[in-house]
Nanobody, 123 residues
Framework: QVALVESGGGLVQAGGSLRLSCAAS????????MGWFRQAPAKEREFVAA???????DYADSVKGRFTISRDNTKNTVALQMSSLKPEDTAVYYC?????????????????WGQGTQVTVSS
């Protein structure tokens, strides 16, 4: 079992920045792929960003150039640096981990999920 705990969410004005962090505990491994997803009210959960165990990254088109995902394998953490935030970025953000290294933009490949952290961007 792997437990994931997100932190760093909050309220920010449009154009501002936030840094989300996800801490993994339990049967962690540096070979895990890690991803961030988000879900806005009345919308489906959507892919935001992912990073493979080797450090390869992938981003949703809507956040490219604004968000950066990174990982620290020594601390079993993954971060999502979000800049130039827009009201449409408002959502609950979830961290997830998977044993797989492909299709990291697909929610179904992830085994473990955090509880989520709320990000609200005001206009």
């Amino acid at each position: 079992q792997v437990a994931l705990v997100e932190s760093g969410g909050g309220l920010v004005q449009a154009g501002g920045s936030l840094r989300l962090s996800c801490a993994a505990s339990g049967r962690t491994s540096t070979r895990y792929g890690m991803g961030w997803f988000r879900q806005a009210p009345a919308k489906e959960r959507e892919f935001v960003a992912a990073i493979s165990w080797s450090g390869s990254t992938d981003y949703a088109d809507s956040v490219k150039g604004r968000f950066t995902i990174s990982r620290d394998n020594t601390k079993n953490t993954v971060a999502l640096q979000m800049s130039s935030l827009k009201p449409e970025d408002t959502a609950v953000y979830y961290c997830a981990s998977t044993y797989l290294s492909t299709s990291l933009d697909r929610a179904y490949v992830y085994t473990y999920w955090g509880q989520g952290t709320q990000v609200t961007v005001s206009s």
